[in-house]
């Protein structure tokens, strides 16, 4: 492969991957497996993944960090009991709850809720990225264990 397509597909990747951390929609764990099945190595596509996910997941911490200033706007998502319940819920269970951010739908309310609950960007990053590669390291050796590459 030249080095312009192999450039061309980890990009394309690793902006995948960004979108799949946020309310955008995302295919990344297709678009890994399907460089996985073309030759691409396990150990780049996971880092490129695991990047992006944590990147996007640290634009929805963001959000989270900055939301409550426009908490009294008309428009703003969330009610005040809603707030304060999921306040309540986060002060229970807490950080280590950002260890689930790799679930589908409510992770990346996870990431948001921790920006929101002031949680610092290293611990964030730390507990993200442990929950976001091991996620892609699962979905990689699933698809090296069932050797996706000999269905194509």
Do not use: C
């Not at 902006?15 to 497996?33: D, F, Q, R």
């Not at 979905?139 to 264990?145: D, H, N, Q, T, V």
């Amino acid at each position: 492969m030249g080095t312009r397509v192999e450039l061309s597909a980890y990009l394309g990747l690793f902006a995948s991957a960004v979108t799949s951390a946020t309310l955008l929609p995302g295919t990344s764990e297709i678009v890994m497996l399907g460089l996985l099945t073309q030759g691409f190595e396990l150990l780049p596509l996971w880092l490129v993944a695991t990047a992006g996910n944590v990147a996007g997941s640290t634009f929805n911490w963001w959000l989270g960090r900055f939301a409550l200033r426009f908490r009294d706007r008309r428009w703003f998502p969330v009610g005040d009991t809603a707030l304060t319940r999921a306040e309540r819920w986060y002060h229970r269970w807490g950080q280590p709850s950002l260890l689930f951010a790799w679930l589908p739908g409510v992770g990346d309310a996870f990431t948001v809720a921790a920006g929101v609950m002031r949680v610092p960007l290293l611990t964030f990053l730390v507990m993200v990225t442990i929950a976001k590669g091991g996620r892609y390291a699962a979905i990689l050796g699933a698809g090296r264990g069932l050797d996706i590459g000999s269905w194509f």
